[in-house]
Nanobody, 123 residues
Framework: QAQLVESGGGWVQTGGSLRLSCSASGDTFNNYAMGWFRQAPGKEREFVAAISWRGGNLYYPNGKKGRFTISRDVAKNTIYLQMNNLKPEDTAIYYC????????????????WGQGTQVTVSS
């Protein structure tokens, strides 16, 4: 019953925008931080963003927010990743992840992974 399900990926031209969604089902993820990672073929998995259970704490690579914004709707058990000004180097499979502690999630130690959603940015 415990699942993380991503949606919202697709094909977009350089400079375009996408909003990814990740819905958590079941009570397993209560009080969990949730976030996003991505992985392109031949590259290491990369941390994108994370957010605490109620959304009070945000985590971005190197503590710096870039073109992506993470948000959370606790009532809907859903997090979002708003991706603006997309570039070809953003092409990857984007995975939703969860961990009880936000900093550990940001360090790449999630307890749960979603199946991923493909984002392709054309040149």
């Amino acid at each position: 019953q415990a699942q993380l399900v991503e949606s919202g990926g697709g094909w977009v031209q350089t400079g375009g925008s996408l909003r990814l969604s990740c819905s958590a089902s079941g009570d397993t993820f209560n009080n969990y931080a949730m976030g996003w990672f991505r992985q392109a073929p031949g590259k290491e998995r990369e941390f994108v963003a994370a957010i605490s259970w109620r959304g009070g704490n945000l985590y971005y690579p190197n503590g710096k927010k870039g073109r992506f914004t993470i948000s959370r709707d606790v009532a809907k058990n859903t997090i979002y990743l708003q991706m603006n000004n997309l570039k070809p180097e953003d092409t990857a499979i984007y995975y939703c992840a969860a961990h009880p502690w936000g900093p550990e999630l940001a360090r790449g130690e999630p307890d749960y992974w979603g199946q991923g959603t493909q984002v392709t940015v054309s040149s």
